[in-house]
């Protein structure tokens, strides 16, 4: 039967494209996403989409059979049958799904009756019974790795991850001329970089401070009157580390120093602008 | 044996099954509006009834309880007077039932949007409401069981157990989750705080989707599946056993919901390890409910019931599958708090609950109302478009969840995170929430043509109030059939059962709770974390009355991609004065629980006033009415605030007795000092007496007590 074809192929698309996956950049994801749980939570996974499968070729199958002709649906049915026998794959999986054919249903009809509601005696059906084991079986296993061998507790999995992320920043940051500090700032004057400061300044400053500049919540800055000094090493500084007690954050964790130069050196561009809504002076004339 | 002639009660049936549409059709217009409030944040219209934290709760309230609730009842006083060949036992019980439910549900509809709440998710209710709940859910219950005494049938169909188990459960789920102390008539504290209250309340919440949303829909689909169909029940055995590991295991399950929260390891991988085995309980009521209509596919094609039957069981599936995949904890790492979640929850709501109830709705109506459906096409009709809502609805959640979770935690490969402003991950989302409020549209249309066909049906038709039967009474002595299963003894004896039930549903709950409770080592204790002033205190009940935690978390789970954005991740010690617990499910918006001294007061100031003031972009609702504005006075309730302090003390908070007397004047000493702060802002005319200032004074509070520790220990 023509339409029986693709189910031959399903199978080896289920294993080929997790394994294609992680032959792929898509690996660097489900590495992470897995760790060390990934071989077990593969073998469920497919394990379960094996299941899922049985269920919805079988439920395809019988919908196949209600739809076809009357007429056809004996011939065609006793066709498949003899296929079906044919191939080791349908013996293995009517075995596991248990289904005793429908002729037979009489004898396995129990004998009492509820509104009308009979209820068959069909047995579990194997392969639901070796899931529901397997399920049971990684139970056991998960609670005794995590809490008498050696999984991870989620503080610790936390340790390791800042760990290795300082590990990576470090490499990465050692390779970069990224290592801008408040003591050899320098101001950048470069269109493109200052284009980033904007970018950055927009998204991060200007809820406090007016997209213009002007001051809000936090003060002018686009007046000459300055808090905190108006130096490139002042300015950097105080992005960099905040002044906590007026409600400035630290912006460390956030913007990385080359990006914190340009959004520096894009605040003192604004020196001598006129904001539409300026807030007050505050601080010392400079 | 001589027969005996008797009538079933038709009407209980009518009431609750339209009660439940009615009340349906509401609540999910009411979910309609807070989809749109995502995108358009004005369509609170600055009311606070309509804050969307208030109606999100009531939205959610109305389709568990009034929508479902209301059908469910409908579906099992039906099949259970017909499965036990008896009326129902009491006219008194059973209308007390109808009238106390929506009494209730009127009461709900009434309070939530005026924010009288508890904030646990699902138990919103205060404490009255909750008294009124448990009685009528105890009516409920005594009218079954005696029923059942009733029966002239010998043996309890598995529909039955399934009620059985549902009505114990959710007694106990109930009453243990709501034990609190009244401050006034419609404000209490939680008994429980912080890490045992978050517990107690995800113990209850998983469980009342278990044994409110599953386990009492499971025995419908045990009566209404094969009288559709005309099949019988493709395996007993199937039945029992499903049936007895489904309510074991299920009850263990609740802390997956705090996966990664200062809930103490263990618990947390009991939760995990029994949602695992929770799979194919769930998946043997599919498989009993899909193999039942081995033989019957032809009719599949042509009956709108059996479509819907055949839609709600494989949502059932899917979303039990997708349950415990969601509760591996690395899966949930990327999951937790995001879109994903409600679209999990929604397969299971909109596809198997909606689903089945509209299926047995269709099949209910013509055979009370004699006649048949006006039309099959246009139910057919229905189950398609409602299909499509589904689709729209779970889908572009997915991907927005999907998109979410992995923008908060892009980082630079210099250690920054990509997206440091929250803002980015929310706009982002804009067109999902479209695309989502088109599903629920859609799905509420689908409603729309279902009233439609019933109005022409009932029309058509003639209402049979007392439909008559009769039966052989119940012969006194049972004879043993020769090899009968072991499990028809239980099935015999509903007192067994019921007890049976109890002792399977207890063990999880106490072995996970009485721990967190009893052992200290579980909550660490920090010796900085003190209570809360009483004006925090007062902010705290603001933020508990508008529902920021629909919104908000209060829990950073220890993930570097949270400890960049947030700060140090929350500790179980942090939590002992929080009566209730504020974690939240879900971040729309980002944690709070170290936004304490984070920003300056006037950023909140401006922030409540006018989200977009401060954030260009953001969906958070205007909060007017907590400041005096356009002429309206705003004066923060101070008449409750020393009682506050003594049911806290009750409850082992230590305020010392000065504390407590002099609860008002220090509540109004701090808020001076924050009114005077805000008026050195030339922008800012605030008066201390405002609730915005106790709202400041909360925020400005949130997890800086372990800072305190830190500045104190490097001097």
Known sequence: ???????????????????????????????????????????????????????????????????????????????????????????????????????????????????????????????????????????????????????????????????????????????MDNLVDETNVTLVEDAGRLANGEKIYLQNCAQCHAKDGGGGIGPNLTDDYWIHGNSIEDVFKIIKYGVISKGMQSWKDQINPKNMQDVASYVLSLQGTTPVKPKDPEGEKM | MEMQKFSYNNTIVRNFLFAGLIFGLVGMLVGLLVALQLIFPGLSFDLSILGYGRIRALHTNAVIFAFVGNAMFAGIYYSLQRLLKT??????????????????????????????????????????????????????????????????????????????????????????????????????????????????????????????????????????????????????????????????????????????????????????????????????????????????????????????????????????????????????????????????????????????IFGMTYWLIPRMYRTKLYSEKLANTHFWIGTLGIVFWALPMYVSGFTQSLMWKQFNPDGTLMYSNFLETVTQLMPMYALRAIGGALYIIGLGFM???????????????????????????????????????????????????????????????????????????????????????????????EGCNACHTQMVRPFRSETVRYGEYSKAGEFVYDFPFLWGSKRTGPDLHRVGGKYPHSWHYQHMWEPTYTSDGSIMPRYPWLFNHDGKVNELNTKYTRKKLEVMRGLGVPYTDTEIENAVSDLMAQAQ???????????????????????????????????????????
Do not use: C
Not at chain 2, 260 to 269: I, R, V
């Open chain 2, 87 to 356: 009326r129902l036992a009491s006219d008194f019980l059973t209308n007390f039932h109808f009238w106390g439910w929506q009494l209730i549900i009127v009461a709900a509809v009434i309070t939530l949007p005026l924010g009288y709440t508890s904030s646990k998710e699902y138990a919103e209710l205060e404490w009255p409401i909750d008294i009124a709940i448990a009685l009528v859910w105890v009516a409920f219950g005594v009218n079954m069981f005696w029923t059942i005494l009733r029966r002239r049938e010998r043996h309890l169909y598995v529909a039955i157990w399934f009620y059985i188990a549902t009505f114990v459960t959710v007694a106990v789920l109930h009453i243990v989750n709501n034990i609190e102390i009244p401050v006034h008539f419609m404000k209490s504290y939680s008994a429980y705080s912080g890490v045992k209250d978050a517990l107690v309340q995800w113990w209850y919440g998983h469980n009342a989707v278990a044994f409110f949303l599953t386990t009492p829909i499971l025995g419908l689909m045990y009566y209404f599946l094969p009288k559709a169909a005309n099949r019988p029940i493709y395996s007993y055995k199937l039945s029992i056993i499903h049936f007895w590991a489904l309510i074991f295991i299920y009850i263990w399950a609740g802390p997956h919901h705090l996966l990664y929260t200062a809930l103490p390891d263990w618990a947390q991988s009991l939760g995990v390890v029994f949602s695992i085995m929770l799979i194919f309980p769930s998946w043997g009521g599919m498989l009993n409910g899909l193999l039942t209509l081995r033989g019957a596919w032809d009719k599949v094609k042509e009956s709108a019931v059996l479509k819907f039957f055949v839609v709600a069981v494989t949502a059932y599936g899917m979303a039990t599958f997708e349950g415990p995949m969601l509760s591996l904890k690395n899966v949930n790492a990327i999951a937790h708090y995001t879109d994903w979640i409600p679209a999990h929850v929604h397969i299971g709501t909109l596809g198997w609950n909606g689903f089945l």
């Open chain 1, 1 to 175: 039967m023509k339409t029986q074809l693709p189910t031959k192929y399903f199978l080896p698309i289920l294993v080929l494209i997790p394994g294609m996956a992680s032959a792929s950049p898509v690996a660097e994801f489900f590495y992470g996403l897995f760790n060390d749980m990934y071989f077990w939570l593969f073998l469920l996974v497919a394990f379960l989409l094996l299941l899922a499968y049985n269920a919805v070729r079988m439920a395809f199958n019988t919908i196949e059979r209600a739809m076809r002709p009357q007429a056809a649906t004996d011939e065609e049915t006793a066709e498949a049958e003899v296929e079906e026998e044919e191939s080791f794959f349908s013996r293995w999986y009517d075995k596991l799904a248990g289904l005793k054919p429908m002729e037979k249903e009489q004898d396995i009809l129990l004998d009492h009756e509820y509104d009308g509601i009979r209820e068959l005696d069909n047995s579990l059906p194997p392969w639901w019974l070796y899931g529901f084991y397997i399920t049971i079986i990684f139970a056991v296993f998960y609670m005794f790795y995590y809490h008498i061998g050696s999984g991870k507790s989620s503080v610790e999995e936390y340790k390791t991850e800042m760990a290795e992320a300082e590990k990576a920043r470090e490499a990465y940051m050692a390779k």
């Open chain 2, 451 to 545: 009233a439609v066909n019933l109005i022409r049906t009932i029309a058509g038709g003639s209402f049979e109030a007392e439909e008559s039967a009769e039966a052989p009474a119940l012969a006194p002595k049972y004879t043993k059939h020769k090899g009968e299963h072991w499990h028809r003894w239980i099935e015999r004896r509903p007192t067994q059962l019921m007890i049976g039930s109890i002792i399977v549903i207890l063990i999880g709950g106490i072995v996970e709770i009485v721990p967190t409770m009893m052992v200290d080592s579980n909550i660490p204790k920090i010796e900085s974390v003190k209570p809360y002033t009483a004006l925090e205190l007062e902010g705290r009940d603001i933020y508990i009355r």
């Open chain 2, 673 to 715: 000092e924050i009114a005077d702060e805000l008026n050195a802002d030339p922008d800012i005319t605030v008066s201390p007496n405002e609730e915005i200032i106790a709202m400041i004074a909360y925020l400005q509070r949130l997890g800086t007590d372990i800072k305190v520790k830190t500045e104190v220990a490097q001097k």
